[in-house]
């Protein structure tokens, strides 16, 4: 559990070893869920840069946003291995997102996150302020099944059972935001992704 201020809870970076067995193929997700070439994206609590570097290969640029420093600093040597210069790492709290953001963008991607957020609309409301007019948030969320039901390399992973979200009710959460669930796309074995269009 990190001890950091704002942390989002269950939003720890897994163990290593079983991220790869649960996503070998990081690239074909970031098409599934409408990342298209040339797009300026924002990956929003970035993480160890997973789908960042990935994401670097098919943007015109990425910002990649997280709260732990040790982290982002991971995402970036992950970045810098692939010999990508079109990505801008910021160590801050999702929610500064529109503070942080130096222009719109056509995509916020917020992966295996969400679930944590304690102020949804709060969130919802930043990543709606950087979204270009026809711009997506997509979000990919595990699916709310038992975390029993969810093992990967013969152990239970992922967030707390309690913590995990129906797209209903991610869609709930999102919309006094002003954001409308536009695609549910399924993302096996264990996730969905969730795009929201601004209303
Ligand atoms: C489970 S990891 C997922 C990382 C990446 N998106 C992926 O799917 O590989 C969640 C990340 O959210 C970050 N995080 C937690 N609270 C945050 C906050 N308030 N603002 C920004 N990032 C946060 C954590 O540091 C962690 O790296």
Same mark, same amino acid.
């Given at each position: ?6 942390f ?5 970076m897994?163990?290593?070893?079983w991220?790869? =067995?649960?996503?070998?193929? %990081?690239?074909? *997700?970031?098409?599934?869920i409408?990342? @298209? &070439? ?26 990649a946003?997280d ?9 970036r040597?992950?970045?810098m291995?692939?010999?990508?210069i ?6 801050d ?6 503070e ?5 963008v056509?995509?916020?991607l917020?992966?295996? =996150?969400f679930?944590?957020? %304690?102020?949804? *609309?709060?969130?919802?409301?930043a990543? @709606? &302020? ?10 990919v969320n ?8 969810t ?6 992973r ?7 979200l129906?797209?209903d009710e991610t ?9 409308r669930l ?9 996730h969905?992704?969730?795009i929201?269009a601004?209303?």
């Amino acid at each position: 559990m990190s001890d950091l201020p704002g942390f989002f809870q269950g939003t720890e970076m897994p163990t290593a070893g079983w991220w790869p =067995a649960l996503w070998p193929d %990081p690239a074909g *997700v970031l098409a599934a869920i409408g990342i @298209a &070439r040339g797009m300026d994206v924002v990956d929003l609590c970035c993480g160890d840069g997973w789908f960042t570097a990935p994401l670097t290969a098919i943007a015109r640029h990425v910002v990649a946003i997280d709260l732990d420093p040790a982290f982002l600093e991971a995402a970036r040597r992950r970045v810098m291995a692939t010999g990508a210069i079109n990505c801008t790492f910021i160590a801050d709290d999702a929610y500064k997102l529109a503070e942080r953001v130096p222009g719109p963008v056509d995509y916020v991607l917020m992966a295996n =996150a969400f679930h944590g957020v %304690p102020e949804p *609309v709060r969130l919802g409301r930043a990543v @709606a &302020r950087v979204l270009k007019p026809g711009g997506r948030f997509g979000i990919v969320n595990w699916h709310k099944r038992p975390r029993d039901e969810t093992p990967v390399k013969g152990e239970p992973r992922g967030p707390r059972t309690e913590l995990r979200l129906s797209p209903d009710e991610t869609a709930a959460r999102l919309a006094p935001a002003g954001l409308r669930l536009a695609t549910i796309v399924e993302l096996p074995p264990y996730h969905y992704g969730a795009i929201f269009a601004a209303a």
